[in-house]
């Protein structure tokens, strides 16, 4: 399910302080779990030259050769977000979000939503099966867990963690491409912030590379999802484009512009968010969607794009 905001980000402003910083753990943990992910399977490790990465993620090895990268999403296309039902779009949207269980729309363009961050309710078994070393807890033991959506978030701590979850996300990631969508969109990015503090953003920003390095593998771009106090770390995380939810009530939508420029596709849940967004950023897709992103005919569906 989509990830509404739970908390505002007061100092995004200070995510952009520190550019010229010397580099940071971070830069070496890249480079641990491309090589890491070597060692758990075959894919395009994408490593970072930790001598080339600051503490402003300024720059990056260049990707390994693959196929050609997709298109982007074309800018201000009208846009539907269709994680919780599957249904024919409105007349007009050419961008299309959908769970990568789903199918892609023909002849749309069709982003592919992966969470890769936290568990699906529906998947929780198969994680306390499978991967118990790979779920997050606390110091006592006990899984960490997402109040608002009752998922457990991933361990993505350690660049062996990083490099496991990457082969099981990263097939995920391979099942969207064989699919035929044309992007992938990584979900809950900003776990951190709701952890308690046992996982960093360095973490999240480590992770979120093998995963756009998988997708780049597959010759489609990925969106950042949401996290507007590490868009400056654009260039370590290997995004192309945004993803964003409520970025109108929470007065961030120039931070994400500042980065992607006209590629942020925005999900409003309010009335006069959506029109607000609508006003201000006229180049901009901005859909408004009922927060369970229900189908028509369902009671509580919502609808309206600018």
Known sequence: MT???SLSFLTVAFAFMGCDEPATEVDASLARDAASAEDAGPRDAGLV???????GDAAVAPRDAGPPMGALPPANGPLDYQLGASYPPPAGVVVLARDREARPAEGLYTICYVNGFQT???ERAFWEREHPDLLLRDGSGALVIDPDWDEILLDVRTPERRAALATVVGGWIDGCAD???????????DTYARSSGLIREDDAVAFMRLLSDRAHARGLPIAQKNSAEIVSRRAAMGTDFAVVEECNRWDECDVFTGAYGDHVY???YRRADFDRGCRDFP??????????LVAPGSAGYVYDGC
């Open 283 to 292: 180049q901009l897709s901005i859909v408004l969607r009922d927060l369970n």
């Open 266 to 268: 925005v999900i409003e």
């Open 49 to 55: 030259d930790a001598g080339l990465v600051d503490a």
């Open 3 to 5: 990830r509404m905001r």
């Open 120 to 122: 699906q309710p529906h």
């Open 179 to 189: 699919a035929g969508f044309d992007a992938i969109e990584i979900d809950n990015l």
